[in-house]
C-alpha cells in the first residue's frame, strides 16, 4: 500500500547533540511537509518542499533544517535540540498544493531530548 | 494571524451523536479539513469542505458556513473507536494547513 514511513517512530537525544529524523514516501507525491506537535497543541508547520523547491515558515527556528534529496525521502535534521523541542514530529504529503489536495500524514516520530 | 477555535473536550455515550464545532478567523480560505487524530498516532483525514453545506461520509458528516467562519463535524451511532482528538483545518492559501488545537472526543459505554 502506498503510504507515509517516518523513522524512527521514538528518538531520545541529548541536549544538544544533532539528531535526523527521516520520512519517506510511496505515493510519489510532489510536495512534503514537516509538522511538530507538542502534547495537547496543534500540529505547527516548520517547512515544506514543493519538489525541490524549500519553503521555510517564518518562526521556525534555525536550529531546524531539512533536505529533500530525492523525491521519495525527506529529512529533519534539529542541530542542536533543546529540552523544548521534545515534540512529535509529523511529516505529511500531497499530491498538490492547495484547493481539496489532502495532506497525508505519517505515523510520526516522537523525539525525547534528556 | 490565524485564529482557529474548538472546544477542548467533550463526552458523549455510545450510540449517541456529539457535533465538535470550529470557528475560524484566517487571511484567506480555500478549504477547510477535519481530521481524526487518535493518542500518540498522526491525524488521518475525515473530510474537506470548501463550498457551504453539508458533505455525508457514512457516520460522519461536515458542515461550512463561509460567511460566518464556521464548520462542525457531525459524529453519528459513536463508537467506542471514536474515542481521539478531533483537528480543524483551515488551508488560508496556497499550501498551508492552520490547524485547531483540536477536541478530545471520549466515548463511554
Known amino acids: 500500500d502506498a503510504m507515509v514511513i517516518q523513522n524512527p517512530r521514538y528518538q531520545v537525544t541529548q541536549f544538544g547533540k544533532p539528531v535526523t529524523l527521516s520520512c519517506s514516501q510511496t505515493l510519489n507525491h510532489n510536495v512534503m511537509y514537516w509538522y511538530q506537535q507538542k502534547s495537547s497543541q496543534a500540529p505547527k508547520l516548520l517547512f515544506h518542499?514543493?519538489?525541490?523547491?524549500?519553503?521555510n515558515e517564518a518562526d521556525t527556528p534555525d536550529n531546524f533544517q531539512s533536505r529533500r534529496p530525492n523525491t521519495s525521502f525527506c529529512f529533519l535534521d534539529i542541530r542542536s535540540p533543546g529540552l523544548g523541542d521534545a515534540a512529535m514530529y509529523l511529516c505529511a504529503t500531497s499530491a498538490e498544493a492547495g484547493g481539496g489536495d489532502t495532506q497525508y500524514f505519517g505515523p510520526g516520530t516522537r523525539l525525547t531530548v534528556l | 494571524g490565524q485564529n482557529i477555535d474548538q472546544p477542548t473536550e467533550m463526552t458523549a455515550t455510545e450510540g449517541a451523536i456529539v457535533q465538535i464545532n470550529c470557528t475560524y478567523q484566517t487571511s484567506g480560505f480555500n478549504g477547510l479539513f477535519w481530521y481524526q487524530q487518535h493518542a500518540g498516532e498522526a491525524p488521518t483525514f475525515l473530510s474537506y469542505n470548501v463550498l457551504d453545506g453539508l458533505e455525508e461520509k457514512g457516520r460522519f458528516s461536515s458542515f461550512l458556513s463561509r460567511s460566518k467562519g464556521y464548520s462542525y463535524l457531525l459524529l453519528k451511532e459513536l463508537q467506542m473507536k471514536d474515542s481521539a482528538s478531533y483537528l480543524c483545518a483551515v488551508r488560508d492559501g496556497d499550501y498551508k494547513l492552520s490547524f485547531g488545537a483540536g477536541t478530545t472526543v471520549t466515548v463511554r459505554a
Open positions: 518542499y514543493y519538489d525541490k523547491d524549500f519553503n
